[in-house]
């Protein structure tokens, strides 16, 4: 089963923030998490990812919280190239990736 | 850099044909690759994981003597439906990840769309 939760759909207003949050409470001390993203009929994009550090690079920005149990993924001015299913994972074992259902997130002209 | 290209992008084949589906490390060495299978609306499901020269790990429930996998060299894995029906319709990536670059990244294709009539 995959780590993490995610709510399944959000919308976001052109030119606002997307904030995507996702739960990884069973996270332990040397699990990273990744995010990335999937357009249609596309293989999935990578994003970001962390450890306990809030990271940022030129896509998105990465909140994590202080006990790692949950972190929030932020795109600071959604377009609507941006609209895609966005995953969260934490890696089980060594590579593996266990896929969630992911946030579809849809960018509203 | 850590680009993975898929070939063929798209097939289509008749019921009980079997399809091979290349999944290739562009500009890096792979020493572990992964394949995954995604139906309509639905997230990846992991089918098997393969190391360059060793025999593929399967997922529960995804069958080894259907899902054939080759991982002979460092940039090439190779997945292999055998005797395809149309249940195996579907949208097959592949990824890979080479402990040069961070721990636990995976670097995705692009994917491989199979129709089977």
């Known amino acids: 089963d995959a780590k993490t939760t995610q709510p399944p759909s959000m919308d976001c207003a052109e030119g606002r923030a997307a904030n995507l949050p996702c739960n990884h409470s069973t996270i332990s001390g040397n699990e990273y998490v990744y995010w990335y993203r999937q357009i249609h009929s596309q293989g999935p994009q990578y994003i970001i990812h962390g450890l306990k550090n809030n990271e940022t690079n030129e896509m998105a920005s990465l909140i994590i919280t202080e006990d790692r149990k949950s972190s929030t993924l932020i795109l600071p001015h959604a377009t609507l190239r941006d609209t895609a299913v966005y995953y969260c994972?934490?890696?089980?074992?060594?590579?593996?990736?266990?896929f969630g259902t992911g946030t579809r997130l849809k960018v509203l002209a | 850099g850590a680009v993975v290209s898929q070939h063929p992008s798209r097939v289509i084949c008749k019921s009980g044909t079997s399809v091979k589906i290349e999944c290739r490390s562009l500009d890096f060495q792979a020493t572990t690759m992964f394949w995954y299978r995604q139906f309509p609306k639905q997230s990846l499901m992991l089918m098997a994981t393969?190391?360059?020269?060793?025999?593929?790990?399967?997922e529960q429930g995804v069958e080894k003597d259907k899902f054939l996998i080759n991982h002979a060299s460092l940039t090439l894995s190779t997945l292999t439906v055998t005797s395809a029906h149309p249940e195996d319709s579907s949208f097959y990536i592949c990824?890979?990840?080479?402990?040069?670059?961070?721990?636990?990244?995976?670097?995705f294709g692009p994917g491989t769309r199979l129709t089977v009539l």
């Open positions: 990824s890979a990840t080479t402990p040069s670059r961070s721990y636990n990244e995976q670097f």
């Open positions: 393969s190391n360059e020269g060793s025999k593929a790990t399967y």
């Open positions: 994972i934490v890696p089980s074992g060594t590579y593996k990736y266990i």
